[in-house]
């Protein structure tokens, strides 16, 4: 399979142009809805509501040139002839044009109204402040004034405080199945004892579970166990979804191993357990590396499982949670869900970009999660 | 015969093997007791304590994963040194596999008989009904519409994932910008759901000002802008666009197993039907296409699974309001919201029925495959 493509890379100018575009047009139909919400996070409150993000690119647009006072002489209530525009003042209300790229305006009420000259000219719209950012990221109180005059306190959003929940809910959910995988595997690939194929069956049978299916049940066990809202319970709800995913493709692997370098070990008296972590850990790392930045990016991802687990718990709350929180009751400040939205990618952005290989890989080897 | 005797020289010295190892027997056996007391006190510690958050975090972390660590080596060390040769060897795969597959039972196998257990149920759980959790599901109204949104989000969420992908694996394996492309088409991978959810829902925003959608819409027609997720003018096809957002995030998967399913056909085929005469149309559907027929077949259920699945996007984006609830979310409203916990598991038992066939099909292509 060595000898493959390359050949088709030169096939005619003409050609290489016609597919780059396409791919260029895929790609920025792609790239444009991430790109917005980046964008938007660093523009002001203000700015996201009266103009689009898209006005950071060039484009024309009223600037004001002159601006003054309207002699008090001038009648208000007919025709006025102001900077060479005639019209009624409904008509320069709603601006009226001297040419295509020139109009004057009436800003503000009739009696101590101004009037404006505004030109179309090329500008960008590059205001940009971290403000959204401070105050996604702040976990300050405000205190809110109610209308019978009492004062209510109330938690800014506190996605640092999410972030660290994030963390500690995706790190161990993503190493504690990868050890008992990893151990179940090689118990599997290189054990011999009673019931290890009916055992086995069982793993992978289970990968066609879907996890909406057990949610229930485990919610009990959870209330009975006071599991509820606990990391532990976050966790290990995490391990069982998936381990059969963890427990299949490290099967895989751990198994293709060559067999001569376990036999010498065994021959020169190493314990299964030894062998284990001084052998078969190292030789799998390619195929643990793949699956843990599979998981760790499903486990920081994850809404579901959190939304059931955590449940009504702010100090346990992940990423995922407070910002559909966020979307529920502020749906519109779109300065704060822009941000907040971005602090909650950032990780796994970064995680993604630097370990893709790792994560393609994972995938090849067989994307089926319950 | 050697090991005979060497048993009989050990049960000899017996006396004298406990005295020398009796170090050794109590630290096996107080080893584990502080090792659970250890962790059994760290579960009450992060519960309870209000101990700075970074502080916890770190604690947990470092207490979760040690602790798992802790377990296998203390249930390893205890099985290596008290017990003789042949009761390790029975003993010792079970520390091997026994946590996984007494996980899996826990969370996935005795859920799914108890899950069952409780649809055959009435709302409380007081009281055995038999099916008819079922026929309510099946006779509902809402239920209907989740099922007929699940078969849209399969015909037009799975299918534009798959062509798409496909496109893009064809067009950047003849590109320049290969890496550049791949990359950046597979990156709403990374994205979560709830994030694809807050990009998209921008995009949809009625305010013309804020969505890039409704500005191009009132820019080009003049009319007044659409609620276009909402609007019951276009219903059911305000549901192709949550579908979209699936389309936006599994692209990427579809797009890397094709990619790779196209770099592994071997070239002199290729170039053997363009010496023929073939166009490069007639060489995608003729020979690129019957060759990654298997990857397209795996691709494709994967994707039908997850929009199967599909819960996330839904509820952030909708809520399942305006007639766009699928299977999932019903449940969720069901069992969670409304706390029917008889009908709420009835949907979840159909969800893993309709999911089990096309999973296990996928699985029987996967092993085909031989992936890994």
Redesign the interface.
């Known amino acids: ?1 060595a ?3 390359s ?3 030169k ?1 005619g100018n003409t ?2 142009l016609l ?2 575009g ?2 260029l047009l ?2 920025l139909i ?5 790109f ?2 980046l964008v ?1 996070s660093f523009r002001t409150r203000f700015d ?7 006005t950071i690119l060039p484009h024309r647009a009223w600037v004001t040139v002159e601006e003054f006072q309207p002699r008090p002489e001038v009648d208000r209530d007919s025709v006025m002839t102001l900077s060479g525009a005639q019209g009624t003042f409904e008509e320069f209300r709603a601006g009226i044009a001297l040419d295509s790229s020139k109009q004057v305006l009436w800003v503000g009420n009739k009696r101590i109204g101004k009037v404006v000259v505004q030109e179309k000219e090329w500008t960008t719209n590059l205001d940009f402040t971290l403000d959204n950012y401070g105050q996604v990221l702040a976990g300050k109180t405000f205190e809110i004034r109610q209308p019978d005059g009492s004062i209510r306190t109330e938690q800014a959003d506190n996605f640092v ?1 999410a972030f ?2 994030s ?2 809910v995706a ?2 959910a993503t ?2 199945p990868i ?3 990893a ?2 595997a ?3 690939a290189w ?3 009673p019931g ?1 194929r009916t ?1 086995f069956v ?3 049978a ?13 919610l009990q ?1 959870y209330v009975r166990l ?1 599991l509820n809202g ?3 319970g976050i ?3 995490h ?3 998936g ?2 995913l963890a ?1 299949y ?1 490290l099967f ?2 751990i198994r ?1 191993l060559p067999r001569d370098i376990l036999e010498s070990a065994f021959i020169d008296g190493a ?3 030894t062998i ?1 972590i001084r052998l078969i850990l190292p030789l799998s790392v390619p ?1 643990l590396a793949s699956f843990a930045i599979f998981q760790f ?1 499903w486990v ?5 499982v959190a939304l ?1 687990f955590v449940g009504a718990k702010p ?1 346990v709350q992940v ?2 949670m407070r ?2 929180e966020m ?2 009751s502020r ?1 519109n400040d ?1 300065h704060l ?2 941000a ?2 971005f602090v ?2 950032i990780l ?2 970064v ?3 630097s370990l ?1 290989r790792f ?2 890989r994972g ?6 999660k ?1 | 015969m050697q090991r005979v005797t060497k048993e009989i020289e050990k049960s000899g010295g017996l006396i004298e093997w406990i005295a020398s190892n009796v170090s050794r027997l109590l630290a096996a056996i107080a080893i584990p007791l502080l090792t659970f007391l250890g962790l059994y006190s760290g579960f009450f510690f992060l519960r309870d304590s209000n101990a700075s958050q970074g502080v916890t975090a770190l604690v947990a972390i470092v207490w979760g994963v040690g602790g798992v660590a802790a377990l296998y080596l203390v249930a390893n060390g205890f099985a290596e040194q008290l017990l003789n040769d042949r009761w390790r060897a029975t003993v010792q795969p079970f520390i091997f596999i026994g946590p996984a597959v007494a996980i899996l039972l826990w969370y996935l196998a005795l859920p799914t008989l108890r899950t069952f257990w409780i649809s055959l149920q009435d709302n409380n759980g007081s009281q055995f009904v038999g099916l008819s959790n079922y026929l309510a599901v099946f006779t509902n109204r809402n239920m209907f519409t989740a099922f007929r949104n699940n078969i849209l989000w399969i015909l037009f969420g799975a299918s534009s994932s798959v062509i798409i992908g496909l496109l893009v694996a064809v067009l950047a394996d003849r590109s320049r910008f290969e890496r550049l492309a791949k990359s950046l088409i597979f990156m709403p991978m990374a994205i979560s759901m709830v994030g694809a959810g807050v990009i998209w829902n921008m995009l949809y925003e009625v305010n013309p000002d804020v969505g890039l959608l409704n500005a191009i819409y009132t820019g080009l027609t003049g009319n007044p802008a659409i609620a276009w997720k909402a609007a019951a003018t276009i219903a059911p096809w305000n549901n192709l666009f949550l579908i979209a957002v699936m389309v936006w995030l599994q692209t990427g998967f579809a797009m890397v197993l094709f990619s790779a399913a196209i770099k592994g056909i071997p070239s002199e085929i290729v170039e053997a039907g363009r010496m023929d005469g073939a166009t490069e149309i007639q060489v995608f559907f003729r020979i690129m296409i019957p060759y990654i027929t298997g990857t397209i077949i795996t691709v494709s259920t994967t994707i039908i699974i997850f929009s199967l699945k599909i819960f996330d996007v839904v509820q952030v984006m909708t809520g399942g309001q305006f007639g766009t609830q699928v299977i999932a979310t019903q449940f969720y409203r069901e069992y969670f919201t409304n706390q029917n916990a008889g009908s709420g598991s009835a949907i979840a038992i159909v969800l893993l029925l309709t999911v089990v066939p096309v999973m296990i099909y996928n699985l029987r292509q996967l092993s085909d495959q031989e992936a890994f």
């Open positions: 399979m000898t493959t493509t050949v088709r890379k096939s050609g290489q597919v780059n396409a791919l895929i790609v792609w790239t444009i809805p991430t917005a919400l938007s996201i509501q009266t103009t689009g993000w898209w405080g660290l929940n963390l500690t790190i161990p190493l504690i050890l008992i995988a151990f179940a090689y118990g599997f054990m011999r004892f290890r055992f069982i793993v992978v289970l990968l066609v579970v879907p996890l909406q299916i057990a949610l229930v049940p485990i066990d006071q606990t990391y532990l966790w290990l709800a391990t069982g979804f381990l059969p427990t493709l895989n692997y293709g314990s299964h357990f284990f195929a990016l920081w991802n994850d809404y579901l059931i100090e990423l995922t910002l559909a979307v529920g749906g779109w869900l822009t907040g939205a909650s990618m796994p952005l995680v993604f970009f893709q994560f393609v995938l090849l080897a067989g994307s089926v319950g």
